[in-house]
């Protein structure tokens, strides 16, 4: 039986269509921790808070960054049904535990950029192989920078020498201390190499390559043992693309703010054709967290740091069925409607 039901007067198919865009944002680890309660007027965000990674994310920063994607996909999705969506963050006493309710706030005009962002939900991927040395043209990092701007977020991009060798130290000193970290490691390596549950995790074919000596920055090493052999001369480039993206405050609201200026970002950067792939680890210790906040002046909060460049492409990495995202209503029975295989919007 069916899990999604009507809602916002849409019929169950649309529902499930704006929930499988929902499930193919990012998320730490692949987790996938967002789950939505379904009402006839609404949409209720809520977190699995079960599966959030308490070594790597001990505050839930990142759960609710990932959440914050998953929000703009549904955005997206129902202003390509025509639906202006009326959001609220972090609802608080009226829906307690929701940290976000999507409201249908009447009607919405599909613009050129909407349709071209909701064609690049699909193709998203985060790309942890080596891109090419082809710089990203400026006009490109105006788009992703503007992006950012129409979530009330700020995209650093990190292209001044100094900056860029400080960002480089804190990233190494990050990845060190998870290295170092036994509850760390082991948390990746359940979430790496097929060792997730069903429909989680980073499967081998998207961990890319085991980081090595010569690679300027120190990427994660998804491959948990089983690593993909790198072809010979096969490196990272030494100067990706850059950008840190800041909130403007700290806490749940900036982070679920961040989150959808994060997907922007993202889907602007896959419709340009450029392909991602973060480097978390110095957002994910407090120490080199607080030491890059300083280096970008203090005024703003870093809540993640992307690569960004020219690459070629990855696999999707599993997805959860859509009824598993839905927290069933007491009393209210599943739908035994039909069910579109369509898969994504």
Not at 143 to 166: G, I, K, N, T, Y
Not at 328 to 341: H, M
């Amino acid at each position: 039986m069916n899990a999604v039901v009507s809602a916002l007067g849409l019929a169950e198919d649309d529902v499930r269509g704006v929930l499988e865009a929902a499930s193919l944002a990012p998320s730490i680890h692949n987790s996938q921790p967002w789950r939505f309660v379904l009402r006839p007027d609404r949409i209720e965000l809520r977190s699995d808070e079960g599966g959030r990674l308490r070594a790597a994310d001990p505050g839930g920063r990142e759960l609710r960054l990932s959440c914050g994607a998953a929000l703009f996909n549904v955005r997206l999705a129902l202003q390509g049904l025509g639906i202006r969506p009326l959001v609220t963050l972090v609802p608080g006493r009226t829906t307690p535990g929701a940290l976000a309710v999507i409201r249908r706030g009447g009607s919405f005009t599909t613009t050129d950029e909407t349709r071209a962002l909701l064609r690049a939900v699909g193709r998203r991927r985060t790309n942890r192989h080596p891109f090419t040395d082809a710089a990203v043209p400026d006009g490109h990092r105006v788009q992703v920078v503007r992006a950012a701007e129409l979530e009330r977020s700020w995209l650093h991009v990190v292209d001044d020498r100094a900056e860029l060798a400080v960002l480089r130290g804190l990233v190494r000193q990050a990845n060190r201390r998870q290295l170092a970290d036994p509850t760390v490691q082991a948390e990746l390596a359940a979430w790496t190499g097929g060792r997730a549950s069903p429909g989680h995790g980073v499967p081998r074919a998207s961990a890319g390559f085991v980081p090595e000596p010569q690679d300027e920055w120190a990427l994660r090493d998804f491959s948990s043992g089983a690593p993909v052999e790198r072809p010979s001369g096969k490196d990272y480039e030494p100067s990706p693309l850059v950008v840190v993206l800041c909130s403007f405050y700290d806490g749940p609201l900036g982070e679920l703010q961040a989150g959808q200026a994060l997907q922007r970002v993202l889907l602007s950067a896959t419709a340009l054709g450029l392909s991602a792939s973060f480097l978390s680890q110095v957002i994910e210790v407090d120490g080199t967290r607080e030491g890059l906040r300083r280096a970008l002046g203090g005024s703003l909060f870093p809540q993640t740091v992307l690569r960004l460049g020219f690459g070629s492409p990855v696999p999707r990495t599993p997805r959860l069925p859509v009824d598993d995202l839905v927290v069933p209503l007491p009393g209210v029975p599943a739908s035994t409607g039909s069910r579109n295989p369509g898969g994504t919007r």
